[in-house]
């Protein structure tokens, strides 16, 4: 079965420092990991996708890693702003179940 | 193009009530997935439906159900609805179904908050 975890669960850091989170992930024959931005009360907004076959994804400030031979992946935002409070899930996609296996979760609070 | 939307926003039933849940897909998506979000479990699949089927089921008891529309619109059903159904239920679409090797994503909407005394 595939767990997915996520640590910390709870992140808080000043204005303009990068931020750190991690996903780890139990069984590594995944097609896919994404990480999501939940706001308060909404849904998910999909930040970065990358493939089982990439190493890692960039998206503005955001860039985000993969290795699957140690379930780990990370994302970095760089230069944090106070825009940046949210959320962060990242989910892994495998073939078995054909779904979304998403972690718990990091709450981010970016102080100004 | 307009996003995924969902209603109602919110929702508040009573025990043992029954409830159905709206998912309008983006224009072209053909695939709508369902999720659970409680703060004890976190996310969790329900059900995916593409093109009129149920493509892949989560660990859910019977009580949850959906169907899915031929203009892609989807529905999901709680029958008999007990305390620890309340919850923020998602959905998402995508342009292809799941099972295409996971090259799909999926945009989610922002959720019905559903509350059950």
């Known amino acids: 079965k595939q767990e997915v975890t996520q640590i910390p669960a709870a992140l808080s850091v000043p204005e303009g420092e990068n931020l750190v989170l991690n996903c780890s992930f139990t069984?590594?024959?995944?097609?896919?990991l994404q990480w999501f931005r939940q706001d308060p009360g909404k849904g998910l907004t999909s930040l970065l996708l990358i493939q089982s076959s990439q190493r890692e994804q960039t998206s503005g400030r955001l860039n985000a890693s993969l290795d699957k031979s140690s379930g780990r992946s990370t994302l970095y935002i760089a230069a944090s702003q106070p825009g940046d409070s949210a959320t962060y899930l990242c989910?892994?996609?495998?073939?078995?179940?054909?779904?979304?296996?998403f972690g718990g979760g990091t709450r981010v609070l970016v102080k100004p | 193009k307009a996003g995924v939307t969902q209603t109602p926003r919110y929702l508040i039933k009573t025990r043992g009530q029954q409830v159905t849940l709206s998912c309008s897909p983006i224009s072209g998506h053909r695939s709508v997935s369902w999720y659970q979000q409680t703060p004890g479990q976190g996310l969790q699949f329900l059900f995916e439906?593409?093109?009129?089927?149920?493509?892949n089921k989560g660990n859910f008891p019977g009580r949850f159900s959906g169907r899915q529309f031929s203009n892609s619109r989807s529905e999901m059903n709680v029958s008999t609805l007990e305390l620890g159904d309340s919850a923020l239920y998602l959905c998402?679409?995508?342009?292809?179904?799941?099972?295409?090797?996971?090259?799909?994503?999926?945009?989610f909407g922002p959720g019905t908050r559903l509350l059950v005394l």
């Open positions: 989910a892994v996609f495998k073939a078995a179940g054909n779904k979304l296996t």
């Open positions: 439906y593409f093109s009129e089927t149920q493509r």
């Open positions: 069984d590594s024959a995944i097609y896919n």
């Open positions: 998402a679409s995508s342009l292809g179904p799941l099972t295409s090797g996971g090259q799909e994503t999926q945009y």
